[in-house]
T-cell receptor, first 110, second 115 residues
Framework: GQNIDQPTEMTATEGAIVQINCTYQTSGFNGLFWYQQHAGEAPTFLSYNVLDGLEEKGRFSSFLSRSKGYSYLLLKELQMKDSASYLCALRNSGNTPLVFGKGTRLSVIA | DTGVSQNPRHKITKRGQNVTFRCDPISEHNRLYWYRQTLGQGPEFLTYFQNEAQLEKSRLLSDRFSAERPKGSFSTLEIQRTEQGDSAMYLC?????????????FGNGTRLTVT
């Protein structure tokens, strides 16, 4: 099975940088995904890592270390609209369904 | 591409009643997933299909729950004899049959309230 841990809540200031961590234990690994979910809305795909290292997409970057069972999502130049839950999810083999963490609720304040 | 569509958006029912939800995936996607999400939690996997074949059901899925995808296009999720604990957001997602990097694309969900 899998176990995924994320902080429950974080608060950061508009314009700042925030790092949301995700640690996991899994018997198999075929990718780690990050999703953003605004309250009452569907999760939307942000990023995917399968190899160690950093993937950058505009203001958002995601990092993976498979040996440490660790990933983070980095958000730069925070905007108020970034206030949302951020979900870390694992795929343990092939193209199997994703297993999600409980999510980190990020509040961006002025 | 109109995205994943779910109906209804909201459903209020009395305990003991049956409910059925519908999901229309992105048209070219072979895989369709059902998840359930409660407040403050991440989506919890229920079941998924590849075309019309149901490939996996979560051990957490009670036998009151059944899902179908008869023609490999839309899917329905039925809950029989609803209980208050079934109150949740039911999310449908689809993906293509590509490699492991294929993300899931979610619909806006059906929010079920059992009174």
């Amino acid at each position: 099975g899998q176990n995924i841990d994320q902080p429950t809540e974080m608060t950061a200031t508009e314009g700042a940088i925030v790092q949301i961590n995700c640690t996991y234990q899994t018997s198999g690994f075929n990718g780690l995904f990050w999703y953003q979910q605004h309250a009452g809305e569907a999760p939307t795909f942000l990023s995917y890592n399968v190899l160690d290292g950093l993937e950058e997409k505009g203001r958002f970057s995601s990092f993976l270390s498979r040996s440490k069972g660790y990933s983070y999502l980095l958000l730069k130049e925070l905007q108020m609209k970034d206030s949302a839950s951020y979900l870390c999810a694992l795929r343990n083999s092939g193209n199997t369904p994703l297993v999600f963490g409980k999510g980190t609720r990020l509040s961006v304040i002025a | 591409d109109t995205g994943v569509s779910q109906n209804p958006r909201h459903k209020i029912t009395k305990r003991g009643q049956n409910v059925t939800f519908r999901c229309d995936p992105i048209s070219e996607h072979n895989r369709l997933y059902w998840y359930r999400q409660t407040l403050g939690q991440g989506p919890e996997f229920l079941t998924y299909f590849q075309n019309e074949a149901q490939l996996e059901k979560s051990r957490l899925l009670s036998d009151r729950f059944s899902a179908e995808r008869p023609k490999g296009s839309f899917s329905t999720l039925e809950i029989q004899r609803t209980e208050q604990g079934d109150s949740a957001m039911y999310l449908c997602a689809s993906s293509d049959l590509g490699q492991g990097h294929s993300p899931l694309h979610f619909g806006n969900g059906t929010r079920l309230t059992v009174t």
